[in-house]
């Protein structure tokens, strides 16, 4: 790996988690509307922003648009858990502290994990296996297993969305490393995957929305797209064991703007949930480097 590749690929993580932390920040703000009708729009502004990036680049090289045979079923994977993480992410967002929210879909790594020794086959190690234990004991501590469903249920979906987050950066890693699909093909089909599965959700539960509303979920799309590149790029540049750390940001700048926004301070027991899983994202991360 060059270093000039590493040094792109920190840079594009962090300012994917900024993107991504502008788009949590934008979906609580747009306020009381359906969860699946605020990923609608940023799912339809991100498809068409890689749409017109794939096909300015398709111009001048026809061949990005090659997606080998066997390479369609891991894009259908990325697809469907992609659209899986942003939906329970949206959901999380609505209803609870959005760093909250943000930390427990930073569980994608330890998910990537997973998804490494079950369908990549990779074969687990005692350290790793250690690792995911841990950080489910401190993803437990955010999500503060309950019996009242209403405050039980965001934490799960929000969890449930990092899990389906990882398994997708994995499938992202896979198409390239093997298959090298373009980053604006996987991004573009994703987007429009999410919009068709979105758009029945959307008219059954459609919610009138006023000007400002509807420009936030505009500006939701938008911040999107840039944290969406951003990861992709990312994971183009470097592998998981040398970024995966620096996606821990998103939580950061979800937290300033949290507080900054809706005045959002996380409970003790977030703070202790945030301190576990990001110990256990480090020491995994000096882990693999030390490997490697």
């Known amino acids: 790996m060059k270093q000039d590749n590493l040094g792109r690929a920190i840079a594009w993580i962090i300012i994917s988690s900024f993107g991504f932390a502008m788009m949590g920040a934008l979906v609580r703000a747009a306020g009381n509307i359906h969860f699946m009708q605020k990923a609608l729009f940023r799912n339809s502004i991100a498809f068409i922003i890689a749409f017109t990036t794939l096909m300015a680049k398709a111009h001048q090289n026809p061949e990005i648009l090659h997606v080998p045979k066997k390479a369609w079923k891991?894009?259908?994977?990325?697809?469907f858990f992609g659209s899986f993480g942003i939906f329970g992410n949206f959901y999380a967002i609505g209803h609870m502290n959005i760093s909250d929210a943000a930390m427990l879909n930073k569980m994608s790594p330890f998910a990537s994990l997973l998804l490494s020794i079950f369908i990549l086959g990779d074969k687990p190690t005692l350290f790793s296996a250690t690792a995911l234990v841990t950080a489910f004991g401190g993803a437990l501590l955010v999500i503060k297993p309950t019996f009242n469903f209403t405050e039980f249920l965001p934490a799960m979906?929000?969890?449930?969305?990092?899990?389906?987050?990882?398994?997708?950066?994995?499938?992202?890693?896979?198409?390239?490393?093997?298959?090298?699909?373009?980053?604006?093909?996987i991004i573009t089909f994703f987007s429009l995957f999410s919009v068709v599965i979105a758009i029945p959700?959307?008219?059954?539960?459609?919610?009138?929305?006023?000007?400002?509303?509807?420009?936030?979920?505009?500006?939701?799309?938008?911040?999107?797209?840039?944290?969406?590149?951003?990861?992709?790029?990312?994971?183009?540049?470097?592998?998981?064991?040398?970024?995966?750390?620096?996606?821990?940001?998103?939580?950061?700048?979800?937290?300033?703007?949290?507080?900054?926004?809706?005045?959002?301070?996380?409970?003790?027991?977030?703070?202790?949930?945030?301190?576990?899983?990001?110990?256990?994202?480090?020491?995994?991360?000096?882990?693999?480097?030390?490997?490697?």
């Open 157 to 185: 979906a929000g969890f449930l969305g990092g899990m389906g987050a990882g398994f997708a950066y994995a499938l992202v890693r896979k198409m390239h490393s093997k298959y090298n699909v373009a980053s604006e093909v």
């Open 74 to 79: 891991y894009l259908f994977l990325r697809s």
């Open 201 to 292: 959700f959307f008219v059954y539960f459609y919610t009138p929305m006023t000007m400002s509303q509807f420009f936030i979920l505009i500006g939701t799309g938008a911040a999107a797209a840039v944290g969406q590149f951003g990861v992709t790029n990312a994971y183009f540049n470097a592998p998981s064991s040398k970024i995966s750390l620096y996606e821990y940001s998103n939580v950061i700048f979800s937290a300033i703007l949290g507080y900054l926004m809706f005045r959002q301070i996380p409970d003790l027991y977030s703070f202790i949930g945030y301190a576990i899983i990001i110990g256990a994202a480090v020491i995994m991360f000096v882990h693999n480097r030390k490997n490697s």
